[in-house]
């Protein structure tokens, strides 16, 4: 049961405030407190987990509604005062099973309890009139009815069209599993399912991979048998095709140049079943060691794990390498669904940055890829610019030539752009998160790689 001093609306209260005051990522915020708080019952935690992460992905319609019932407008309101009614603004917008009268109450009770008594009145006031005027609110319009920036509508609709654009909008809405892969070294699909089940957890398995199953309805994943055994890693399934389309061949050498957390460089290892060598690298101690634990976890012997900054030339590394991975940091747009946070903070200029930014890593990691080895680009992002246009533009300035990958994930996954080497994953259209990924062998032109560009 929950207490005065650990109540659920309470810790929901001070993550969203790390977040929309603080600037703290709402993932890793939340993943803090339910890990601080987890011996509270789970369904205390799903409730945290619910307010926290709906009130971010609806901020939007929250504080439209809010300055429609408040004479102070939401950008002037103390900042505690703000959070506190956002998030209960959302448990009575959107939430059904909470009485908006609890919702109300509770509200006041934390002004008081955080010493804003003054304001408790204002709280109670504002919150009954969205509660009373919540039919009022008219949220069909895009930006409002799914919690968008409109110029990150406007771009959609132009690069994808209206109607792909308002999927992949509907789609960052919708709750879904958890996808794991299963480390077929340690223990068999079979094995993993039914260990799973004997803990009270829903898992099926996923058309998209025989080694992918889909988690609903458990505690949380640090307590699960199969995940402390090593037997199960988080991955999406748009990331588990990076392996699927790099497909290695046993023995490979690899370079993973921004591994963190690793589950790609594990996927490789696993698909090269305990052969050859995966270098997985990435810019700080702390990302590599988040690396290390994973594949400490899963008893993988060979991965080779590295601090090395990504826009810095290894020596050593040139023309080494059968296949280089390159996931590069973008803007994460394709990952919206888990990270809501992710549509406030970038900016147009962003995605700028980090396109060139994109261009300066490849223009180092392509020398590690050995004449006739491959390079995988790839982003979790769904914007053109960081997308297609660099893909192109690597193709255009580098010896690599695309290779047709069609064919390479089933009958389930298939696009046309496949057979020029690249796919566009896009929520609504795959049960999915946003993913590019475009795949590349090097030419053997010793001439041409001696020229500088």
């Known amino acids: 049961m929950t207490t005065k001093e650990n109540n659920g609306r309470e810790i929901a209260l001070d993550v969203l405030t790390e977040v929309l005051e603080n600037g703290a990522f709402v993932h890793v915020a939340l993943s803090r407190a339910l890990f601080k708080y987890q011996y509270l019952e789970k369904q205390e935690r799903a409730f945290i987990t619910r307010v926290t992460d709906g009130t971010i992905e609806r901020l939007l319609p929250i504080d439209q509604a809010l300055s429609m019932c408040s004479a102070v407008p939401v950008k002037k309101m103390k900042p505690f005062i703000r959070t506190l009614l956002r998030m209960s603004a959302y448990q009575i917008l959107f939430m059904d099973r909470v009485p908006d009268s609890a919702v109300c109450n509770e509200a006041v009770k934390l002004a008081v309890r955080r010493k804003f008594a003054g304001l408790k009145g204002f709280v109670n006031g504002v ?80 058309p998209y991979g025989e080694d992918l199953l889909i988690l609903q309805d458990y505690d949380y994943l640090e307590g699960l048998e199969a995940f402390a055994k090593g037997w199960i890693q988080v991955q999406d399934t748009s990331s588990y095709f990076v392996g699927r389309l790099a497909a290695p061949q046993p023995g490979s050498h690899i370079i993973d140049v921004c591994s963190a957390p690793g589950g790609k460089s594990l996927h490789l290892a696993d698909l090269m079943k305990g052969t050859g060598l995966v270098e997985a690298r990435d810019l700080t101690w702390q990302k590599v060691a988040l690396i290390e634990e994973n594949a400490e976890r899963a008893g993988v012997k060979n991965i080779r794990t590295e601090v090395w900054d990504a826009l810095e030339r290894k020596e050593e590394s040139v023309e080494q390498a059968d296949l280089v991975i390159a996931d590069l940091p973008c803007s994460g747009l394709g990952i919206i669904g888990k990270k809501p946070d992710i549509k406030y903070r970038i900016g147009e200029k962003d995605l700028e940055d980090l396109a060139a930014l994109q261009r300066d890593i490849l223009s180092v990691v392509w020398q590690y890829v050995k004449p006739g080895g491959l390079l995988l680009y790839s982003t979790c992002t769904v914007d053109i610019l960081e997308n297609q246009e660099n893909a192109a533009w690597f193709r255009e300035r580098f010896p690599f030539d695309p290779v047709d990958i069609s064919g390479r994930l089933g009958s389930e996954i298939s696009e046309p752009s496949m057979k020029e080497g690249w796919i566009q994953l896009l929520p609504g259209k795959y049960p999915c998160d946003g993913f590019f990924i475009a795949l590349f062998r090097r030419r053997g032109g010793e001439e041409w790689d001696k020229k500088e560009h």
């Open 127 to 206: 919150l009954r009139s969205v509660s009373r005027r919540k039919e009022e609110f008219d949220f069909r319009e895009p930006s409002l009815k799914y919690s968008m920036p409109q110029w990150l509508i406007d771009r959609w609709e132009r690069d994808y069209g209206r109607e792909t654009a308002e999927g992949m909008m509907k789609a960052f809405l919708e709750e879904r599993g958890t996808t794991v892969r299963c480390n077929r070294e340690l223990a068999s699909p079979d094995e993993v399912l039914g260990s799973l089940r004997a803990q009270g957890a829903e898992a099926e398995r996923s």
